[in-house]
């Protein structure tokens, strides 16, 4: 009976629990500008929404800086150019400089990316230079690399290679090569740069198809290159996914340079991909670039066609410009996951919500328990004065002198025999209670435990005890792999470090919830794998 009420009560504690963490909806969770302006460099579209929520009087100039960061992030240009022009006022009064280097960084890629004013781009990078040193590492990096893409001088090549080295960033240290053998014709410089893009270990396309079409642009532009060096860079490009159909201008200049057939190809591929009629190709002038980079590609055969090279040059240069927007964008799948997956909110948030309820919970079940053992005890109290008075009556009947005191003492001994054994039962049953008590209490800490793990957070601090308690939670929640981790014997630290996997972290989420570094978590599984047995980690944690 009391073991089937501890179930009972243990699957009603964590039904309840989970219900309510799996139920939560979006909450008004805030973050400061400072944890907004950190989620805005991975996740653009989820620091939008933490924005949104906060109070701009806080502190105005930070406040429109994210704003123009935020919308450069996601969209490549700034819409509210007010802005960033009065947060440069403002951080010029407060003499904030590293607030200031960045905001003129913004300023400068604004004018770039709105008005392919290169001269007064340049202009607001070089202030944001003065102040470079105060700058974040990666806004320092991505003006380096504009630099390098719109002035084509080493000395920016050279800073950004620097600037990579230092923050062991390898994919800008191989735009850096490449910008640099470009600058200087050296094809040995560029195959190392291509050398070191390799070395990347995740996403590594992202990075070698641009870099691939960027160097096949700069041949093209060179003018003396070989067709077949072409093509093979070309090639080079579509394989690592780096022609799109935003920037392929010079791939199509390439099959326009072959034959007429290739030039017709190309011209039947922009009427399918971009659904435009004849009429409307033909009906074009020479001032529609405010259509967008969707009609360039049709607009610059047309040039051809009609043998205007200066306004087919021009389109080409305008498409061009769009690359420092459109190619270096590694995070636009990550970013539509979040959006998908979030919709304003994330497991944090929702559980701060619920948070409250939480506790509420847990405190209501302890309560009960509480409850039952001062109710068991109350009992056992009850049958000690039974006993006492039993005593007492047993001390009475000596001094009874009749017929019946033998059988009224066999009776009494009777009683008091049953009572001792009600008794050692109750005790018993207050031995079950605590020890059902400190188990579920071990569980409420460990769902605790398992709900910071579950956003990413540091648990690295808690202990053998904490280990303890989050895997006897995990076990409520998912019994069949609990006990086959028991069944591989081990030890509380390593079966929380396979449950992380298991339940879908990645190596990075797990170095931040159990702060590990890399190579420790390469040992721990080669340890774990060679504990085992197994073939391969994966089979320990599907």
Not at 209 to 237: C, E, T, W
Not at 494 to 513: A, P, R, T
């Given at each position: ?11 009603l ?12 909806m ?55 150019e ?30 770039l ?43 920016y ?30 094809q ?21 198809g ?38 392929n ?7 326009t ?16 991909e ?11 002038g020479?001032?529609?670039f ?11 055969f ?73 109710l068991s ?12 008075n ?45 020890a059902?008590?400190?188990e ?8 605790v ?20 308690q ?27 470090f ?12 797990v170095?931040q919830?159990?702060q590990y ?21 994966d089979?320990?944690?599907?």
């Amino acid at each position: 009976m009391i073991y089937t009420s501890k179930k009972i009560i243990i699957f009603l504690f964590t039904i309840i629990q989970l219900a309510i963490l799996s139920s939560c909806m979006d909450s008004g969770y805030r973050l400061s500008f400072p944890e907004i302006d950190d989620l805005a460099d991975e996740y653009p579209a989820q620091a939008k929404v933490f924005l949104s929520r906060a109070d701009s009087n806080d502190n105005k100039g930070y406040y429109k800086l994210l704003t123009a960061k935020i919308e450069y992030q996601l969209n490549g240009y700034i819409y509210k150019e007010n802005y960033i022009d009065d947060a440069i006022n403002i951080f010029v009064n407060e003499k904030d400089d590293p607030l200031l280097a960045r905001s003129l960084y913004y300023k400068g890629a604004s004018i770039l990316n709105n008005y392919r004013d290169t001269a007064k781009a340049i202009k607001w990078f070089s202030q944001a230079i003065a102040y470079d040193s105060n700058m974040r590492e990666k806004e320092k990096l991505d003006m380096y690399d504009i630099l390098c893409r719109i002035t084509h001088q080493n000395i920016y090549t050279v800073e950004l290679e620097d600037e990579a080295r230092q923050t062991n960033n390898i994919r800008y240290r191989a735009w850096a090569l490449l910008y640099r053998s470009i600058n200087n014709q050296d094809q040995e410089l560029a195959n190392q740069a291509f050398e070191v893009a390799n070395q990347i270990k995740e996403n590594k396309d992202s990075t070698l198809g641009p870099m691939y079409y960027h160097y096949f642009q700069a041949l093209m532009d060179r003018g003396n290159v070989p067709d077949s060096i072409l093509i093979s860079y070309a090639k080079k490009a579509q394989d690592n996914f780096g022609v799109k159909y935003d920037n392929n201008i010079d791939f199509y200049r390439l099959l326009t340079r072959n034959s007429k057939e290739t030039h017709a190809f190309a011209m039947q591929h922009i009427k399918e991909e971009y659904n435009i009629n004849q009429e409307l190709i033909k009906s074009w002038g020479s001032y529609f670039f405010a259509l967008g980079y969707k009609y360039y590609l049709p607009l610059y055969f047309l040039s051809l066609q009609k043998g205007d090279t200066l306004m087919a040059n021009r389109v080409a240069h305008e498409l061009r410009q769009e690359a420092p927007l459109l190619v270096k964008d590694e995070n636009s799948e990550k970013e539509n996951q979040v959006k998908l997956m979030y919709e304003g909110g994330n497991t944090r948030y929702r559980y701060e919500k619920v948070k409250t309820y939480i506790f509420v919970g847990i405190i209501i079940v302890l309560i009960i328990l509480l409850t039952m053992t001062y109710l068991s005890i109350s009992r056992i109290r009850k049958a000690h004065q039974t006993i006492k008075n039993l005593h007492e009556s047993l001390h009475q009947l000596k001094d009874v002198e009749n017929s019946s005191l033998s059988e009224q003492c066999e009776r009494l001994n009777h009683e008091i025999t049953t009572q001792l054994r009600k008794l050692k039962r109750r005790d018993k049953d207050i031995e079950e209670y605590k020890a059902q008590i400190t188990e579920l209490t071990d569980i409420s800490q460990g769902l605790v435990y398992y709900s910071m793990t579950i956003q990413n957070q540091n648990i690295s601090q808690i202990g053998k005890q904490g280990i303890r308690q989050l895997l006897a939670s995990f076990k409520v929640i998912d019994e069949k792999y609990s006990e086959r981790l028991e069944n591989y014997d081990l030890n509380p630290s390593q079966s929380l470090f396979c449950i992380l996997y298991h339940i879908g972290k990645s190596d990075e989420e797990v170095m931040q919830i159990l702060q590990y570094s890399l190579s420790n978590i390469r040992v721990r599984k080669s340890r774990i794998k060679s504990d085992t047995g197994v073939e391969s980690f994966d089979d320990i944690i599907r």
